[in-house]
């Protein structure tokens, strides 16, 4: 029953979130706002994409963090390489291939959020069948360094949220 | 009173009975005959009893109300002149309708006929009746209508299709003229009256557009009666049926012209120019025909030159316009008539009985057929003016007009000559049509073998020759008062006294008939054989065929100078129309703005201005940019001009418009996609279109540069003139100050765009829906081009993947936006009335939701999951915003007024609420079902045309 | 601009420093967007922007409104949230594309790139070019530039 | 009429009828042309009396003396606030016409037409609705908006049926009038601009306040407008665009958009006499000179036009063009000072030419059918249809539409015979059919008005009348050519038509016909309202009766004091 | 302020009419859409520029008019803005049912100086 | 004091901004390949963004937050349809 009045919870709730964020903290909004996120929730369901499931909510915050920080370092990062031009011998940039254990595409979608998010990583393309990953990088040192560190500062923890 | 309806009898009777007729069955000959006699006969009764009201100069004036208020009155008003014109009408037009009853074949449409000669009986009353000079007119181009169904009657024969045409055509543009001339006249004589146009002669012929008014009428009249150098169509129009012929020919429709001009003698007549011109051109048209008359095989055509010949010897009558000359044209009008009439019958008879009307092929029919032989000689004598025949006596009274007036003008001196010598034309061309058809051996080649036709066939033309040899012999007895009647009613009172004897002793004009009549039989005998056997007419004559000359200029004029001139004039290209657009709107802004005071302070430069020239800069660039590419480059066009919009955008930002920046953003990324969508179908431009780069290319390419460069400039210029003025009072500065108060809502553009003006806001949803209607409709006829029909090469190429390969990731994210846009649709939605926002963003937004699923996964993918009905929501949103409008009323109040109030809830407290909300739904529901509508119509095609495999839907949904 | 007065000092100067350091950090994003050798070196370029650029962009403004209004003004963490979803959503598409279309033979090589990931149970070339229609029966493509 | 508290409803009543009939056809399915093709009638039907109930409204109140009208105020908003509708003579006299010509062309479309495509109904109605809102709104920018309403459906009917020939015609028709639409933009946003308003009667009134750089942009402004509406009048060298846009239209949707040419003229005459008439000072009579000259050399570029085309249809435009052409000249004398006779005997002329060129166009296809003489316009509907789908996604119907030739029995091609020569008559100005007496009517006030006591009338007066005579004459002979060889030298089978084909042509012949014997009471009608035009004093007065002063401020304050709502403006 | 708009309006109306009388139709409607930018901005200057003056009011109160950005010339714009959408779009789908019909998206449906 | 330094950094920002966004522009200009208009554009876009919000901090108001909000949730949708477009052939199949 409640399944199918409010078929993506953590969705609903979210949207109920950005309601209120965008109007304001008032019992009326809440209600409007649950109101609205309903029906964006029964919308949601027509297309019945596959479904998160949130295995430790906990680690959610953790990623965060790593994610806010890597990002705030690679800015750094990336606007002294520009400050440099493009010809500076002291970077160079290229593809790297990876592969991926991650399998839920919740997953691999944030994952992809938060390579592109993060500046001088490129996510480019992406097989899933046997889990292959090209990136562009900005400043390339090695590939083994890329590829445990995206495993073991992402990866890992996105696993244990997802799957 | 009994007498004014009688008058309506006579002119509305013709053209009932011509209904009636039109209604009998086709082949209903006899039935037909006795309508069309009877009510001839009706006519003829009639006139008999108005005969003692007309006479002694009276008249009859009945008066139906039609268009008083510009003077067009149905006046009807007969006198002696017209009431004789009349008889001619309605007698004439008894016999040729007993006539035609035998002549049409069976096959004949009889119905046509008789409704056809009906309705032009009618409209000659009308003519020679009408008491108001437009309604003249009007009837005027009745009989030239109806003339061409009567002349078009054999319509399988090209040469009564062409008689038909050049007949309307000539006489109908006559009347035209003659149209002007009487809203000329009129306007001198301040009434379209006919009797207060007719005492109103001085004033017209000394008022400044005399000559114009009189050119124009001379023109309706030639026309009408077949004077040179308009004459040529009366030839042709002989491809009537005879009976036709015989009516039109003699006693109506040619007649009208000399009837217009005596009738309109006392007003327009009298001048030097009416002289010059109407006796020049009749004296002219007099000569000519009678010499072509001469060289006429056929039977018909010498008839019809001999026609416009006499029609010229009234004209020239009417020209000279002395009482006595007046008089006698009214005679020839009366013994022409009758003459001729039965000239053309026993010509028909001829026609009929032997099969042919070439005189080269008729001979010795005397023998045969003593009877007619002897109607029509004696016809024919009267037409030659014979003495003791009726045509004597008119002809000499024409020759004492010649002789007698004079005004000392050249042409005045030679117009005595000019008579005899076309009189002995017309001798010679009678006594041709004696001699060859009647005596000399008997023909032997006839298509038929000929014999006394039926009695009652030549019933009528004995009774007409019957009427000419009493005329020639009693004239004053039978024509005497009745020509009196008709004088007074022409002349007036001043009617000078006249008597028709047949000896006037050894005068001028017996010997000026006699030396006609000599020189006639002298033409006649000398060349005879060369006549006889040639061609028609002489080579000169041939040459100067005028007919064939009109035809020529009428397929140069009406054919092939339209047509180049339309190649010329007009422009088929779009380029060129819009060329001539934008040339006519720089010439209008010129035009107007040329005095305009230039006074253009130097602007300041401060960061914001620095701010918002670099901003235009970059929108300058991106729209010149797009104008450049965008012939060979559209995708980097589309992406310009989306950096072009995006500047707009911000801009008005910029200038303080939050509402347009959201509405423009979200329409932009509306528009760029549609137009992406639309890329798919445009042919490939891998190589330079030929003849690109040469020289008149180039040209062209500079000459739009200049215009374009020019617009900008105007552009700009009228821009800055606003800009640099400082606005007055206008509504907006209302619509600031009351918008809360009056309209409930702080965000003023909205609260207009849904409560003040919001009936332009219904005004255009329904144009989104009609669009949206229009692509639909046109997208389910579409056909492709044969090399867009194929999917785009990325997705054949071999090394290609899936889609779902491709867009593994991106799609998950997009399906993740599903939720959150639909939330912004409701945040814009809920905002509108006090923030930016609105039922549109909103709208659009939805749509663009559905959109990113589309082009997340692929159409039939979206489609197994999710239903729309466009078309449903822009139903529903016209009905709800039309509801919400019509709502008002119930509290008497005018469409869309809007209503706001606070409601006050339980838990949540007070709520805005207001109808232009539910307005607003309205604008919403329909935007979103137009633009979805819109964007799945072309997303589509794809699938339409190049069926896609169909992919299982669980790998999908994964 | 009377508002800009009510606020006290340290806000004004956090504003400030953040507010120019992210439109900075855009700009630099813009820099290298012009200045970058190679199209997969450019798409990292206005990442500088999305990221670093947007995040202080938006922390002064919910900054200074909060200020202003008196109250916590959170709506523009909306903007930042979506940006953070949508922009991965453009580069990923972007790095696609190109890579499509430096890959395809027709539109010409601007730049070396790797061959496609290719998962085992794909067709094969030799396969794929078998069935798929004559090439000449297509008409040349020009790239879109 | 009366008094503001209660509004006569039925003055929206033309606009609202066909728009909301339109809409709830939305609702149906398109299999269900019938009951739409009713839906429509009704509406059509509805729209006529609710004409007619304000034709007797107008007279009534005319003839106590007013010449203006009603006056509608959406929203309750008082001029110069919001939009009003304006019911005078003229706009009344135009509804009537819209509704007298749609229920013939919609009978024909009922003959298969309507079944060539989608929608056909909904977009008829919508058409309607554009055009009437076009003739009510007293608001230029509300004119706009039913401008494009109007011109929105009939890109829609225009390429109703699709075909090369249509698509064709249509890509240039709506790229002309896009361009047209923008340059009404510009003039109405110059006009805002400059006088701050955008109610046409207050227009007239704050012109009279503007001096300087504002009365030239004004100019300006009135000369795009002027040709953004000539563009859709038709007139020369604007006008390429309409024959071959209504050969190509189906003859139904053509008939009907014989109507919108003379929205174009409608928005001229009002505009012009009402902001640049005789009482605008030094603004009078601005446009008059090119609205003669323009009117003459349309009539003579009509005339050269209708006997340069081979294809009927085409001459149909042609007639368009010369009708355009004569009431606009007519317009620019009256507007320079001609006198209310000759502009009367216009609009008079212009209700006949309309509902003839209508009839025309009905005409035209079913004698042309079949005809080898000149090319057909028709694109042949027996090709495959192009659909392949047969399943119905987002609920889009796919009711495959009606493949077979619009006719399929014979009525009477002997009727059509004389339908044709009656409308070539009527056409071509021959008595006593009200083209004539059109033409007589502005003939006669062109004399009577215009003749100075020396004898002299203006030249371009002559050329007017010989122009007027001249293209009379050019369509007689065009159309008798035409009528010749059609029907009277080729020989053989008669094409088949349709009663549903023949019975609109009577119709309007019927009404042509009404139109000739009451053309007392119609001529005394459109002289009255050439009277009321030429006075736009009156017309002005009566809609700002109760207008709202644009400086006032709110009645009540209903401020709440917060200090930090205030919004702060760093000017 | 006023003359740099004045100029952008200019060059995106000349752009926009180079484009409108151009050949192909994709120029066209590429024009039309740059010509429909220009005159909305046009409309929305005649209003007059304002900067930080947006048209929404404080709930109530009297308001100086002056110090406010007019408000209709917007409300006109938006109206145009989609009226332009609407056209564009069916714009384009003429063209590309022009460009499927005649076999070329040449604006006369013919390349030039070849007859049908 | 505050509103000069605000003063002056809303300007140094909003001149960074739109330098950057012109930067952007010579980026769709120049091309070279298709991707890359569509990347200048893409950046155009949140610069603009950008551009709202320091103009709205410049206003004091939030009048421009929606205009910023609609470019965060549907600004890339013009770039995501381009670049499947460039992708694809089409842009939905
Ligand atoms: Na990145
Ligand atoms: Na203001």
């Given at each position: 029953m409640i399944g199918r009045v409010i078929p993506h919870p953590v969705l609903s709730a979210a949207l109920v979130l950005m309601w209120l964020c965008l109007t304001a903290f008032s019992l009326g909004h809440l209600l409007l706002g649950t109101l609205i996120s309903l029906v964006a929730g029964w919308a949601v369901n027509y297309l019945h994409p596959p479904r998160p499931r949130f295995r430790r909510w906990s680690a959610i915050p953790q990623l965060a963090g790593i994610v806010l920080i890597d990002i705030i370092r690679s800015n750094i990062a990336v606007a002294r390489i520009l400050t440099l031009g493009p010809d500076h011998p002291s970077y160079h940039s290229g593809f790297i291939e990876l592969h991926l254990r991650l399998r839920d595409p919740n997953a691999i979608a944030v994952l992809a959020i938060i390579l592109n998010g993060t500046p001088g990583t490129a996510w480019l393309e992406y097989e899933h069948q046997d889990g292959r990953l090209l990136l562009h990088v900005l400043d390339l040192r090695s590939d083994a360094d890329w590829q445990s560190l995206i495993r073991d500062r992402y990866e890992t923890l996105l696993m244990e949220i997802f799957e | 009173m009994v007498a004014q309806n009688l008058l309506l009898l006579l002119v509305l009777a013709p053209f009932v009975s011509a209904a009636l007729a039109a209604t009998l069955p086709i082949g209903a000959r006899n039935g037909e005959c006795w309508l069309a006699g009877l009510t001839m006969v009706l006519a003829l009764v009639v006139l008999g009893v108005l005969y003692p009201d007309v006479a002694e100069g009276g008249r009859v004036i009945a008066r139906v109300d039609w268009i008083d208020s510009v003077g067009l009155e149905l006046a009807f008003r007969i006198d002696g002149f017209s009431w004789l014109f009349m008889v001619l009408v309605a007698g004439i037009g008894f016999l040729v309708i007993l006539y035609a009853r035998y002549y049409m074949s069976p096959e004949d449409s009889a119905a046509r006929l008789y409704a056809c000669l009906l309705a032009f009986a009618g409209a000659m009353s009308g003519l020679i009746l009408s008491g108001n000079i437009i309604m003249l007119v009007v009837f005027w181009e009745l009989t030239s209508l109806v003339s061409f169904l009567l002349i078009g009657y054999w319509y399988h024969r090209q040469d009564a299709r062409d008689g038909a045409r050049m007949s309307l055509i000539v006489t109908a543009s006559g009347g035209l003229c003659l149209l002007v001339a009487m809203i000329l006249i009129g306007q001198i004589a301040g009434s379209y009256d006919l009797e207060t146009v007719l005492i109103s002669g001085p004033q017209i012929t000394g008022h400044k557009l005399y000559p114009v008014a009189l050119i124009l009428f001379v023109l309706g009249a030639f026309t009408k009666s077949a004077q040179f150098p308009f004459h040529f169509w009366l030839p042709n129009a002989m491809a009537a049926p005879t009976p036709v012929s015989a009516y039109l020919h003699s006693a109506t429709m040619v007649k009208a012209g000399v009837f217009v001009l005596l009738r309109f003698h006392p007003a327009l007549g009298g001048t030097v120019e009416w002289f010059q011109i109407v006796t020049g051109i009749g004296l002219a048209t007099m000569l000519l025909g009678a010499v072509i008359a001469l060289f006429k095989h056929d039977l018909k055509g010498l008839l019809a030159y001999s026609t416009i010949s006499h029609l010229g010897l009234i004209t020239a009558l009417a020209g000279i316009g002395t009482p006595l000359a007046l008089i006698a044209a009214v005679f020839h009008i009366v013994n022409h008539a009758v003459f001729k009439a039965s000239l053309f019958m026993a010509a028909g008879i001829i026609d009929h009985e032997t099969g042919t009307r070439d005189m080269r092929r008729l001979s010795g029919l005397a023998r045969v057929m003593p009877i007619t032989a002897t109607l029509a000689i004696i016809a024919s004598g009267a037409?030659?003016?014979?003495?003791?025949?009726?045509?004597?006596?008119?002809?000499?009274?024409?020759?004492?007009?010649?002789?007698?007036?004079?005004?000392?003008?050249?042409?005045?001196?030679?117009?005595?000559?000019?008579?005899?010598?076309?009189?002995?034309?017309?001798?010679?061309?009678?006594?041709?049509?004696?001699?060859?058809?009647?005596?000399?051996?008997?023909?032997?080649?006839?298509?038929?073998?000929?014999?006394?036709?039926?009695?009652?066939?030549?019933?009528?033309?004995?009774?007409?020759?019957?009427?000419?040899?009493?005329?020639?012999?009693?004239?004053?007895?039978?024509?005497?008062?009745?020509?009196?009647?008709?004088?007074?009613?022409?002349?007036?009172?001043?009617?000078?006294?006249?008597?028709?004897?047949?000896?006037?002793?050894?005068?001028?004009?017996?010997?000026?008939?006699?030396?006609?009549?000599?020189?006639?039989?002298?033409?006649?005998?000398?060349?005879?054989?060369?006549?006889?056997?040639?061609?028609?007419?002489?080579?000169?004559?041939?040459?100067?065929?005028?007919?064939?000359?009109?035809?020529?200029?009428?397929?140069?004029?009406?054919?092939?100078?339209?047509?180049?001139?339309?190649?010329?004039?007009?422009?088929?290209?779009?380029?060129?129309?819009?060329?001539?657009?934008?040339?006519?709107?720089?010439?209008?802004?010129?035009?107007?703005?040329?005095?305009?005071?230039?006074?253009?302070?130097?602007?300041?430069?401060?960061?914001?201005?620095?701010?918002?020239?670099?901003?235009?800069?970059?929108?300058?660039?991106?729209?010149?940019?797009?104008?450049?590419?965008?012939?060979?480059?559209?995708?980097?066009?589309?992406?310009?001009?989306?950096?072009?919009?995006?500047?707009?955008?911000?801009?008005?930002?910029?200038?303080?418009?939050?509402?347009?920046?959201?509405?423009?953003?979200?329409?932009?990324?509306?528009?760029?996609?549609?137009?992406?969508?639309?890329?798919?179908?445009?042919?490939?431009?891998?190589?330079?279109?030929?003849?690109?780069?040469?020289?008149?290319?180039?040209?062209?390419?500079?000459?739009?540069?200049?215009?374009?460069?020019?617009?900008?400039?105007?552009?700009?210029?009228?821009a800055l003139a606003v800009l640099l003025t400082t606005?007055?009072?206008?509504?907006?500065?209302?619509?600031?100050?009351?918008?809360?108060?009056?309209?409930?809502?702080?965000?003023?553009?909205?609260?207009?765009?849904?409560?003040?003006?919001?009936?332009?806001?219904?005004?255009?949803?329904?144009?989104?829906?009609?669009?949206?209607?229009?692509?639909?409709?046109?997208?389910?006829?579409?056909?492709?081009?044969?090399?867009?029909?194929?999917?785009?090469?990325?997705?054949?190429?071999?090394?290609?993947?899936?889609?779902?390969?491709?867009?593994?990731?991106?799609?998950?994210?997009?399906?993740?936006?599903?939720?959150?846009?639909?939330?912004?649709?409701?945040?814009?939605?809920?905002?509108?009335?006090?923030?930016?926002?609105?039922?549109?963003?909103?709208?659009?937004?939805?749509?663009?939701?559905?959109?990113?699923?589309?082009?997340?996964?692929?159409?039939?993918?979206?489609?197994?999951?999710?239903?729309?009905?466009?078309?449903?929501?822009?139903?529903?949103?016209?009905?709800?915003?039309?509801?919400?409008?019509?709502?008002?009323?119930?509290?008497?109040?005018?469409?869309?007024?809007?209503?706001?109030?606070?409601?006050?809830?339980?838990?949540?407290?007070?709520?805005?609420?207001?109808?232009?909300?539910?307005?607003?739904?309205?604008?919403?529901?329909?935007?979103?079902?137009?633009?979805?509508?819109?964007?799945?119509?072309?997303?589509?095609?794809?699938?339409?045309?190049?069926?896609?495999?169909?992919?299982?839907?669980?790998?999908?949904?994964? | 601009m009377r508002h800009l007065e009510t606020l006290p000092p340290w806000a004004a100067i956090l504003i400030a420093v953040f507010v120019m350091i992210g439109a900075t950090m855009t700009l630099l994003g813009g820099l290298g967007i012009v200045r970058l050798k190679g199209y997969y070196q450019r798409l990292h370029a206005p990442t500088l922007g999305y990221s670093g650029g947007t995040g202080l962009i938006i922390l002064a403004s919910m900054l200074m409104f909060s200020l202003l209004e008196g109250r916590w003004i959170v709506h523009e963490l909306m903007i930042g949230t979506f940006i953070m979803i949508t922009s991965p959503i453009t580069l990923l598409m972007l790095g696609r594309a190109a890579l499509r279309r430096d890959r395809d033979a027709k539109l010409g090589h601007d730049e070396i790139v790797p061959p496609m990931l290719r998962a085992p149970v794909m067709p094969q070339p030799d396969e794929a070019s078998a069935t798929a229609p004559a090439p000449a029966a297509a008409p040349p493509d020009r790239p879109h530039r | 009429m009366n008094d503001a508290l209660s509004p006569d409803h039925l003055i929206i009543a033309p606009i609202l009828i066909p728009l909301v009939a339109g809409a709830i056809m939305l609702f149906y399915n398109d299999q269900n042309r019938q009951t739409k093709l009713m839906m429509g009638l009704a509406a059509v039907a509805l729209t006529f009396i609710a004409s007619l109930e304000l034709v007797a409204d107008v007279k009534s109140v005319t003839e106590q003396g007013g010449t203006v009208v009603g006056l509608y105020p959406l929203g309750n908003w008082p001029v110069p606030i919001g939009i009003v509708l304006v019911l005078d003579r003229l706009s009344v006299m135009m509804v009537m016409l819209t509704a007298l010509l749609a229920g013939p062309s919609l009978i024909y479309a009922a003959a298969g037409w309507h079944g060539k495509g989608q929608h056909y109904h909904s977009m008829f109605q919508f058409l309607l609705a554009g055009v009437n809102g076009a003739f009510l709104t007293g608001d230029l920018f509300n004119l706009f908006v039913f401008f494009e309403v109007m011109l929105a459906a009939s890109y829609g009917l225009m390429l109703h049926g699709s075909g090369p020939e249509r698509i064709r015609a249509g890509l240039h028709y709506i790229a002309i009038n896009l361009a047209a639409s923008l340059l009404f933009l510009i003039g109405v946003a110059l006009i805002y601009g400059t006088t701050g308003t955008l109610n046409m009667a207050d227009i007239g009134r704050a012109l009279y306040w503007l001096d300087g750089t504002d009365r030239l942009l004004f100019h300006a402004a009135a000369g795009f407008l002027g040709l953004a509406f000539l563009i859709k009048a038709a007139v020369w060298p604007l006008c390429f665009w309409l024959p071959p846009t209504y050969a190509a239209a189906s003859p139904p949707a053509a008939a009907i958009m014989a109507i919108m040419t003379k929205v174009g003229i409608y928005v001229i005459l009002r505009l012009s006499l009402l902001v640049l008439g005789p009482d605008a000072g030094p603004s009078a009579g601005f446009g008059a000179p090119a609205l003669m000259i323009a009117g003459v050399l349309t009539m003579a570029f009509g005339m050269i036009g209708i006997l340069g085309t081979p294809e009927l249809a085409r001459k149909g435009g042609y007639l368009a063009i010369i009708s355009s052409g004569t009431v606009l000249a007519a317009i620019g004398f009256a507007q320079a000072g001609g006198g209310p006779m000759m502009l009367g005997g216009a609009l008079y002329y212009m209700v006949g030419s309309t509902a003839a060129i209508s009839a025309f166009f009905l005409i035209a296809e079913p004698v042309s059918r079949g005809d080898q003489g000149s090319d057909t316009a028709q694109t042949p509907e027996t090709e495959p249809d192009p659909l392949s789908e047969s399943w119905a996604p987002m609920g889009l119907d796919t009711v495959e539409d009606v493949a077979t030739p619009a006719s399929t029995r014979t009525v009477s091609w002997l009727t059509m015979a004389v339908c044709f020569g009656l409308v070539a008559a009527m056409l071509a100005g021959l008595p006593p059919l009200p083209g004539f007496i059109g033409k007589f009517a502005i003939l006669r006030g062109a004399v009577e008005d215009n003749l100075s006591h020396t004898g002299a009338l203006p030249a371009i007066l002559w050329v007017y009348a010989a122009m007027l005579i001249l293209s009379g004459l050019g369509a007689l002979i065009a159309l008798m050519r035409f009528g010749i060889r059609r029907f009277w030298a080729e020989a053989g089978p008669t094409p088949r038509i349709l009663a549903l084909e023949v019975v609109p042509a009577v119709i309007l012949l019927a009404m042509i016909a009404l139109q000739t014997l009451r053309a007392d009471a119609l001529l005394s009608y459109t002289r009255a309202t050439a009277v009321a035009l030429l006075e736009p004093a009156t017309y002005r007065d009566a809609v700002l009766k109760n207008a709202q002063d644009v400086r006032a401020a709110p009645v009540v304050n209903l401020a709440p004091e917060q200090p930090g709502n205030e919004v702060e403006v760093d000017p | 302020m006023e003359i740099i708009l004045a100029l952008a309006i200019g060059v995106l109306v000349g752009s926009g009419v180079w484009l409108m009388l151009r050949p192909r139709s994709y120029q066209v409607i590429v024009g039309l859409c740059l010509l429909a930018y220009g005159v909305n901005l046009f409309i929305f200057a005649m209003g007059r520029l304002y900067i930080g003056a947006a048209p929404i009011m404080p709930k109530g109160g009297f308001v100086d008019p002056t110090a406010y950005a007019d408000p209709l010339p917007q409300s006109l714009v938006l109206t145009a803005i989609v009226i332009s959408f609407a056209t564009t779009a069916l714009f384009l789908v003429v063209m590309i049912a022009a460009r499927g019909a005649t076999g070329t998206d040449h604006v006369d449906g013919k390349e030039r100086g070849r007859d049908e | 004091m505050s509103a000069d330094i605000l003063r002056f950094a809303l300007a140094y920002a909003q001149i960074a901004l739109i330098l950057a966004l012109a930067l952007a522009c010579w980026r769709m200009l120049r091309g070279p390949r298709a991707q890359d208009r569509v990347l200048g554009l893409d950046t155009m876009y949140i610069n603009a963004m950008l551009l709202f919000l320091v103009i709205g901090m410049g206003n004091g108001n939030v009048f421009f937050f929606e205009g910023a909000l609609v470019i965060a949730v549907l600004g890339f949708v013009t770039t995501v349809s381009a670049a499947k477009f460039l992708m694809r052939g089409e842009v939905i199949e």
């Open positions: - | 037409m030659a003016g014979v003495p003791l025949l009726n045509g004597f006596l008119s002809k000499e009274m024409f020759f004492e007009a010649t002789y007698v007036w004079n005004n000392g003008s050249p042409l005045d001196n030679a117009a005595p000559y000019i008579a005899v010598l076309a009189a002995s034309f017309s001798t010679a061309y009678s006594l041709r049509f004696i001699v060859k058809v009647f005596f000399g051996p008997p023909a032997t080649d006839l298509p038929r073998h000929p014999h006394e036709p039926p009695l009652l066939m030549r019933l009528p033309v004995a009774v007409l020759v019957a009427i000419c040899v009493s005329i020639g012999l009693f004239p004053q007895f039978v024509l005497g008062n009745l020509l009196e009647t008709a004088g007074l009613a022409l002349i007036g009172p001043d009617l000078p006294h006249f008597s028709l004897k047949i000896w006037h002793g050894v005068n001028a004009p017996l010997i000026m008939s006699l030396i006609a009549m000599g020189l006639g039989i002298m033409i006649y005998c000398l060349p005879r054989r060369t006549i006889n056997s040639g061609e028609d007419g002489t080579r000169l004559m041939r040459k100067l065929d005028i007919a064939r000359i009109y035809e020529r200029a009428m397929r140069v004029l009406t054919q092939r100078l339209p047509r180049a001139a339309l190649r010329i004039l007009s422009a088929n290209g779009l380029q060129a129309q819009l060329r001539a657009v934008v040339l006519l709107t720089l010439a209008a802004g010129w035009f107007a703005l040329r005095h305009l005071d230039w006074n253009v302070p130097l602007p300041e430069m401060r960061s914001r201005e620095l701010v918002f020239a670099l901003l235009w800069i970059v929108g300058g660039a991106c729209a010149i940019g797009a104008a450049w590419q965008a012939k060979y480059h559209r995708f980097a066009a589309l992406i310009l001009m989306g950096g072009a919009g995006l500047v707009t955008c911000a801009t008005f930002v910029w200038l303080s418009a939050p509402d347009l920046a959201v509405t423009q953003l979200l329409v932009e990324i509306a528009t760029t996609t549609l137009l992406l969508l639309g890329l798919r179908w445009l042919p490939k431009r891998d190589e330079e279109i030929a003849g690109d780069r040469n020289l008149p290319a180039r040209i062209r390419r500079f000459r739009d540069l200049l215009i374009a460069l020019t617009c900008g400039a105007g552009m700009t210029a009228m606005p007055g009072a206008s509504v907006g500065d209302w619509f600031l100050r009351n918008a809360y108060v009056e309209g409930g809502g702080t965000n003023v553009v909205n609260v207009i765009l849904v409560d003040f003006r919001a009936f332009d806001t219904f005004g255009e949803i329904t144009v989104l829906a009609v669009v949206g209607l229009t692509v639909y409709a046109l997208l389910r006829r579409f056909r492709a081009a044969p090399e867009s029909t194929e999917r785009p090469r990325p997705q054949l190429d071999a090394e290609e993947q899936a889609l779902e390969a491709y867009l593994f990731v991106p799609a998950v994210l997009m399906q993740w936006m599903f939720a959150p846009i639909i939330t912004l649709s409701a945040y814009l939605f809920f905002r509108g009335h006090d923030l930016p926002g609105g039922g549109f963003a909103a709208g659009v937004t939805l749509a663009v939701a559905i959109l990113l699923q589309y082009v997340a996964a692929n159409v039939r993918w979206v489609e197994a999951r999710l239903t729309v009905l466009p078309i449903r929501w822009m139903a529903t949103g016209l009905t709800v915003a039309a509801a919400v409008g019509a709502g008002s009323w119930l509290f008497g109040y005018p469409f869309l007024t809007a209503h706001a109030q606070y409601l006050d809830l339980p838990v949540i407290g007070k709520v805005p609420f207001s109808t232009a909300m539910l307005f607003d739904f309205g604008v919403f529901a329909l935007v979103l079902g137009a633009i979805v509508l819109m964007l799945i119509a072309i997303a589509h095609q794809s699938l339409r045309v190049a069926p896609r495999p169909r992919r299982p839907a669980s790998k999908e949904a994964n | - | - | - | -």
